[in-house]
């Protein structure tokens, strides 16, 4: 862990917070954090700072001094055509340290049905996953996720709802060209969708809906990856280009 975090109520009147369980190990045993001695500490969706610790317990006691602004929420949001279980469990640590602001689960024509059965998709399996990627990243938004069966219902009737959003980009393996440069025109508060189909990409009526509803597609090129690397690769790329433009608008206005 990177960062500790804490839930709103751990946090007393005080600034002071218990810990006990697994963080209260990592921080005797793997950071190895001495009485008087400061580790990073956040609360979920609310704000960043340092904690100096108190005693070692147990439970281990800390002294919480957070900064005034709470993170920005990442400037992406993700549809994602669900994957294997066994994909989807390994991807929500790595989807929150990458930085979603909100996770559309979706069903698809190359999406097994049996998929969303699994306990992957249970709230508490979810939260698990996306805290242990907001720890690695030092971050505490947590995103939004919601699981959707019908497809075509949520680009036809839902995903305006999640909006506004400056560009939709569809992922398909072998897209002609990436269209990412136009997010670099955007103002800061305008949001991006990614969506990211299955592994073998998505079908020719589901690309033609996609663009029906403002969808551009883009590619990392010519090999056909997994959704993890594809995810990876993708949120990488959008998040680069947020970065340069983020800078080069600060250049223009020092």
């Known amino acids: 862990m990177n960062l500790i975090l804490l ?3 751990e946090v007393q009147a005080d600034g002071t917070a218990l810990l ?13 954090t001495a009485p008087g001695e ?25 002294q919480c001094r957070f900064n005034p602004d709470i993170p920005p929420l990442p400037c992406v949001d993700l549809l994602l055509a669900m ?12 989807l929150a340290s990458l930085g979603v602001g909100r996770i559309l689960i979706s069903n698809a024509w190359k ?11 249970r709230p508490d399996h979810i939260r698990k996953g996306l805290i242990e990627g907001l720890q690695q990243a030092r971050d505490t938004r ?7 069966r019908q497809f075509k219902k949520l680009v036809e009737d839902d995903l305006d709802a999640f909006g506004p959003y400056a560009a939709r980009f569809a992922a398909h393996p072998g897209a002609q060209g990436c269209a990412l440069t136009p997010v670099a025109e955007r ?8 969506a990211v189909g299955p592994e073998g990409g998505w079908t020719p009526f589901e690309l033609d809906l996609l663009a029906a509803h403002g969808f551009t597609t883009l590619s990392w ?8 690397t594809a995810c990876s690769v993708l949120l990488g790329l959008i998040h680069a280009v947020e970065s340069s433009r983020v800078a080069l608008r600060m250049g223009r206005d020092v």
């Open 111 to 121: 999406t097994e049905r049996h998929y969303f059965d699994t306990h992957i998709l």
């Open 38 to 62: 400061e580790i990073q500490m956040g609360v979920i969706d609310g704000l960043l700072g340092i904690a100096t610790v108190l005693d070692e317990g147990p439970p281990l006691r800390v």
């Open 142 to 148: 947590l995103p939004k996720v919601s699981v959707h």
């Open 20 to 32: 006990s369980g697994h963080r209260a190990r990592h921080i005797r045993e793997v950071l190895k």
């Open 83 to 94: 994957p294997r279980p066994k994909v989807m469990n390994r991807l929500w640590p790595v």
């Open 221 to 228: 090129g010519p090999r056909t990856l997994r959704t993890d």
């Open 7 to 9: 839930e709103s109520d």
């Open 187 to 194: 103002l800061p508060d305008e949001r991006v969708l990614l």
